[in-house]
């Protein structure tokens, strides 16, 4: 099996820099996808004096041109983060991470359009996912064999009042992706480990490995370590932790690149405390050109 691709293997470059300085000053949360035409389209989070999803195109898949950017206040939610961007028929379908008003819960929601830039206009819908106590957000989502989609959702619990930080990650399937059906939990903090406030995947691979954000306390919510994790071995699509943190970084994302190789994106902190968005390539595996 192919080493899973990891930050640190070459140089990295500042794809989008924080829009402001200091602490929760952020450009990250990115997922990332190949256009028809091989560019590379990105949707990302920042956050400065207030927050928003931007939806960004790139030749190289470095320097990137902002196609839409979309606001809380465009969807009448208290915040937006991670987002994920799909191709859907002709169209173009964005997974949006909304805070509810008012409440420590979050949901997804769902925006649909002809074009990447028209998502900024869609109308959006509240997805149905989790339970009464599941604030759920990030989303990771594949296409599944066959036509169907598959998506992991980070799930903050809401069951304890003052400690919502915590966080798993659950499965989902839909054969539209609209109508969704609920699989639960399939990875969670190790009690006693560096990650066991929580686990929250970021990324999947085609052979089901999976790279995923941990931390060991409520102190060191938003600063995430990544780690690894393999499907458990059983029919279902529970994924089994082990080891130590891989990076100091997270919401990593892996691209796979047609010639081989990846493009990584992922969220690096400052030495201000702000987080930069940064992206890095892996080689092609031997025999296949770079």
């Known amino acids: 099996m192919n080493e899973f691709p990891l930050p640190g293997g070459a140089p990295s470059e500042v794809a989008v820099a924080p ?31 207030g927050d928003r999803v931007v939806l960004a195109r790139s030749d190289d898949g470095v320097a990137f041109e902002t196609l839409a950017e979309i606001t809380p206040a ?18 173009w379908r964005l997974y949006v991470s909304c805070a509810e008003p008012g409440t420590k819960n979050w949901f997804l929601g769902l925006l ?12 959006m819908r509240p997805l149905a996912l989790g339970g ?27 069951d304890i009042p003052g400690a919502e930080d915590r966080m798993s990650s659950a499965y989902a399937t839909s054969d539209d992706g609209v109508d969704w059906r609920w699989h639960g939990t399939v990875l969670s903090g190790r009690p006693g480990e560096w990650d066991a406030r929580g686990a929250r995947v970021t990324t999947v691979l085609p052979d089901g490995r999976a790279a995923y954000d941990g931390r060991a306390t409520a102190e060191e919510n938003w600063f995430e370590r990544t780690g690894l994790a393999s499907p458990d071995g059983g029919a279902g699509p529970e994924l089994r932790a082990a080891g130590e943190p891989v990076a100091d970084v997270r919401y990593l994302d892996v691209l796979a690149l ?6 990584l994106y992922y969220e690096a902190r400052r ?7 940064r992206t890095e390539t892996t080689a092609a595996p031997p025999g296949r050109p770079a």
Do not use: F, I, N
């Open 19 to 49: 829009p402001e300085e200091g602490d929760q000053r952020w450009a990250g949360a990115p997922t990332a996808l190949l256009d028809e035409d091989g560019a590379t389209l990105l949707a990302y989070r920042t956050r400065g004096s």
């Open 74 to 91: 465009m969807l009448s939610v208290a915040m937006v983060e991670r987002a994920a961007l799909a191709r859907a028929g002709v169209g």
């Open 112 to 123: 649909e359009a002809s074009t990447v830039e028209g998502l900024a206009g869609a109308p």
């Open 132 to 158: 009464p106590l599941d604030a759920v957000k990030d989303p990771v989502l594949r296409r599944a064999d066959g036509g169907g989609w598959r998506m992991w959702v980070c799930v903050h619990h809401l």
């Open 258 to 263: 047609p010639g081989g190789g990846h493009r």
């Open 271 to 277: 030495p201000d405390g702000a987080h930069e968005l």
